[in-house]
């Protein structure tokens, strides 16, 4: 502490720290966000250090656009919370300020260190709470990897490098800093984020980064399902996806996740789906368009819903029955593992559930199937079978004429009853059956 006083005292520069001037890096000011240029301006203005940090100045550098920018200081919450009109201390885990200025909300948070000392742990070493205000070079060493510890600072447009993140990320490397495996402890979760990283910047994991993650993979089933989920969704959503899957197959992590993947990727069909599904959802990222958690994770639990469907069937339930038993015990399980929250679990319910109703093209049928909310998801996952070989591509070509059509080509089309039982059902208790569930 005084070393560092007098090394502030005497303007001696940190060891470890690099100044690195934009003539070397290239990046100007005009790239940081009006909300977060403003940011630093207005904390520097009141004497506080006010930088651009992790995520955003790992992209810029590398040529992408941020998806969010991230500021740290070494204001406390409540002061950065007074120099601005809109500001809101959140989080639980940590403070943090969200300033938000023209729309756009700059994540604020105060230079954190993390002292072995007295953070706490569980008893295999994960940290539960270490939320201690420290200094940058502490801030610096207590994030993930080295090029996403590079500070930015828009008033001199220098990049301040305490772990040479500059030069890993020039070789395009992902370094944890500090000793790997007591950083895996900490947070299994930075495994995860080794491997999302990884796939979504085209980097390979340095390997005394990557090696210790097989025999710490286990570790990840310790971290509360919400969370592992929130990092799950990231992953699935980056536009690589299937590169980040398969990556955290090879590392032995969907263990934790997805339970069953190994299973379900060893059939021909299964495998089929789950990359055709996977496959899908990075090209609708990458051309900007809107992806659905929910249908993404009905595609990755498909299988495992129809396995656990023909047991039911097998054991002498009827179809309908069958599949609800089956839909309600894929959910349970998986829960336990990863927490899908349940506003996508019940979409994941109602696709899934529509499945079998897509056989059924007579009478009133069809015509209440496509009139159900959220039939075109359930018709996008029918094609998605249709194209990985599980039901005939007729039955999904038939499903794209038909909503294609005009209402009497659609009655035209519709298939004959194979055997005319009668149908004695009530008119209201057949409307209760279609809002609820399928009609067997
Ligand atoms: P993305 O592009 O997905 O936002 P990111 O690196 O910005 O990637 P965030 O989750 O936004 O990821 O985190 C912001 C920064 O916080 C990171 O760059 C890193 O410095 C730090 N950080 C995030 N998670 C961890 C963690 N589990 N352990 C240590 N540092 C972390
Ligand atoms: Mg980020």
């Known amino acids: 502490m005084i070393r ?20 070397e890096h290239g990046l100007a000011r005009e790239a940081i966000s009006p909300a977060a240029r403003k940011v630093c301006e207005v904390l520097a203005a009141h004497g506080h250090a006010a930088h651009v ?12 656009a941020p998806k969010d920018f991230d500021v740290a200081t070494d204001a406390r919450p409540e002061r950065v919370k007074a120099l601005f009109r809109r500001a809101y201390i959140v989080g639980r ?26 953070v706490e742990r569980d008893e295999h070493g994960r940290v539960l709470r270490d939320n ?3 200094t940058q070079e502490e801030d610096a060493r207590r994030r993930d990897f080295t090029v996403n510890a590079l500070f930015y600072d828009p008033a001199t447009e220098t990049v301040l490098d305490w772990h040479e993140g500059l ?7 992902l370094r944890i800093i500090g000793d790997p495996e007591t950083r895996y402890r900490e947070d299994p979760v930075r495994m995860l984020r080794a491997v999302r990283l990884a796939g979504k910047l085209g980097f390979t994991i340095d390997p005394q980064t990557r090696t210790p993650i097989r025999r710490f993979a286990a570790l990840v089933e310790r971290v509360p399902p919400a969370r592992l989920f929130d990092e799950m969704l990231k992953l699935l959503l980056s536009g690589h ?55 993404l994770f009905a595609a990755l639990l498909w299988h495992q819903v129809l396995a656990a469907w023909r047991a039911h069937e097998r ?16 959910l349970q399980a998986q829960c336990e593992k990863l927490a899908i929250q349940r506003r996508y679990t019940t979409l994941m319910r109602e696709i899934w559930a529509m499945q079998p109703r897509f056989e059924q093209r007579s009478g009133q049928r069809p015509f209440r199937l496509l009139a159900a909310p ?28 038909f909503q294609a059509a005009d209402d009497d080509t659609r009655r035209a089309m519709r298939v004959a009853e194979a055997a005319p039982a009668p149908r004695r059902r009530r008119r209201r208790r057949r409307k209760a059956a279609v809002a609820t569930a399928p009609t067997p």
Do not use: N
Not at 4 to 23: A, D, K, N
Not at 53 to 64: E, Q
């Open 4 to 23: 560092r006083l007098l090394r502030r005292m005497f303007g001696i520069e940190e060891p470890g720290l690099r100044r690195i001037p934009r003539s």
């Open 315 to 330: 054991a002498g339930e009827r179809p309908v029955p069958a599949l609800a038993a089956a839909i309600g015990q894929v």
């Open 132 to 134: 201690v205000y420290g």
């Open 374 to 401: 959220h039939f075109r998801m359930g018709y996008d996952f029918l094609a998605l079978r249709a194209a990985s070989g599980e039901v005939p591509a007729e039955l999904e070509a038939w499903w794209r004429t």
């Open 167 to 173: 030069a890993d990320l020039r070789k395009r490397r």
């Open 241 to 295: 996806a299937s590169a980040c899957l398969r990556q955290l197959r090879d590392e032995g992590l969907h263990r934790g996740l997805l339970p069953l993947l190994d299973v379900i990727l060893d059939q021909p069909l299964g495998e089929r789906f789950v990359t055709l599904a996977l496959a899908q959802t990075d090209e609708r990222v990458r051309s900007g368009r809107p992806v659905s958690p929910a249908f």
């Open 53 to 64: 940090v992790g995520g955003a100045v790992r992209d810029l550098l590398l040529g992408l």
């Open 93 to 118: 885990r940590f403070r943090l300020v969200h300033v938000v200025i023209g729309g756009e909300t700059v994540e604020v948070s105060t230079f954190r260190a993390f002292d072995p000392e007295t």
